[in-house]
Nanobody, 128 residues
Framework: VQLQASGGGLVQAGGSLRLSCAAS??????????MGWFRQKPGKEREFVGA????????YYSDSVKGRFTISGDDAENTGYLQIDSLAPEDTAVYFC????????????????????WGRGTLVTVSS
C-alpha cells in the first residue's frame, strides 16, 4: 500500500482544514486495513491522533483532539480524510497518515501498535 497525504497549508486560528490520504496498490476495504493519523509538532515526538477501521467506518480519537478532529474514509476513492476544525496554533505540526492490517483490536490499541505503511507528511501551520 502506498499512501500520499495532502491538504496541509497555512491557516489562521479558528479555521478548518481537511487533509487527504490517498491509498494505492491495494483496496483498504477489501484488504481490511486500519488507517491511522499522526502528527509531529516541532521539537516533539510523533503522536497518535486517531484511526478508522475501514470496513466499518468506526473511528477513535485521542483525547487531545476529540471533538475537533473527524476522520472519515471514501471507499470508492480509497482515500481517507482528516477534518480539523477550530484550528489553534498548537495544532501546527506535520500530519501523517498510515495504514496497517486490521487484526480486530479495539481501535484505541492501534495507538500503540506499529503501522506497516506510511505516507509522507503534510505540514499544517496555524497562525494566531
Amino acid at each position: 500500500v502506498q499512501l500520499q497525504a495532502s491538504g496541509g497549508g497555512l491557516v489562521q486560528a479558528g479555521g478548518s482544514l481537511r487533509l487527504s490520504c490517498a491509498a494505492s496498490g491495494r483496496s483498504l476495504s477489501s484488504s481490511r486495513h486500519v488507517m491511522g493519523w499522526f502528527r509531529q509538532k516541532p521539537g516533539k515526538e510523533r503522536e497518535f491522533v486517531g484511526a478508522i477501521r475501514w470496513t466499518t467506518g468506526n473511528t477513535y480519537y485521542s483525547d487531545s483532539v476529540k471533538g475537533r478532529f473527524t476522520i472519515s474514509g471514501d471507499d470508492a476513492e480509497n482515500t481517507g480524510y482528516l477534518q480539523i476544525d477550530s484550528l489553534a496554533p498548537e495544532d501546527t505540526a506535520v500530519y501523517f497518515c498510515a495504514a496497517t492490517s486490521d487484526v480486530g483490536y479495539h481501535l484505541m490499541r492501534y495507538s500503540e501498535r506499529p503501522f506497516d505503511y506510511w505516507g509522507r507528511g503534510t505540514l499544517v501551520t496555524v497562525s494566531s
